[in-house]
């Protein structure tokens, strides 16, 4: 089985991502690290030096090689829905979970995060909104269930995943 989360930056992919690969007894990759792998340096750096739309070609190549690969967790870049061919690939080759956080959420667990270059701006929370509001219909294009990660700790959403999955009829009970 595949499981992919998407979502906002910060809305718990990775954490989140971690415990349900050990719960499922599935490898985890986040595709970001994957990518940072491979360059020898950070994301950021890349962006700034590359631009956008080269990490983007980038990014889509290492989501279509990680959706093809053997049943694993997958946690994505906040942006990779962007590309139709991602949401394509995602949708079609995993189970896709969307962590869903409303701009508040996220704000409230980001503000003193330095290392998100997308929210070193004047004002990050109106660039979270705008975020939301751009991506959150991709998201839910993608995703085959939807989970609010308002208050929960990290254990229930993982929990809540799983009991979505076991609905789904994807996932044997361990």
């Given amino acids: 089985m595949k499981v992919s989360l998407i979502g906002l930056p910060g809305s718990g992919k990775s954490t989140v991502g971690r415990q349900l690969a050990r719960r499922l ?6 595709s970001d690290h994957v990518i940072e792998q491979r360059l020898g340096c ?5 962006f700034e030096r590359e631009g ?15 959706t093809l690969s053997s049943a694993a967790v ?3 870049g906040g942006g990779a829905v962007l590309r139709p061919e991602n949401r394509q690939n995602l949708h079609s080759r995993a189970q ?10 996220l ?26 509001a751009q991506r ?18 990290v254990a229930t959403l993982v929990n809540m995943i799983v009991m979505q999955l076991e609905l789904a009829g994807t996932q044997s009970s361990h």
């Fill in 96 to 105: 896709v979970v969307y962590l869903n956080s409303s701009p508040d959420d």
């Fill in 136 to 153: 959150d219909p991709l998201y839910r294009e993608t995703a085959h269930f939807q989970v609010d990660t308002g208050r929960p700790s």
């Fill in 25 to 30: 007894q599935l490898p985890f990759f986040d």
């Fill in 42 to 46: 950070s994301i950021r750096e890349y």
């Fill in 74 to 76: 997958l946690s994505t």
């Fill in 107 to 132: 704000f409230r667990r980001l503000r003193h995060d330095k290392s998100r270059p997308l929210l070193q701006v004047a004002d990050p929370l109106q660039r979270l909104r705008d975020l939301y």
């Fill in 52 to 66: 956008e739309v080269r990490f983007r070609d980038l990014e889509a190549s290492v989501i279509d090689e990680l």
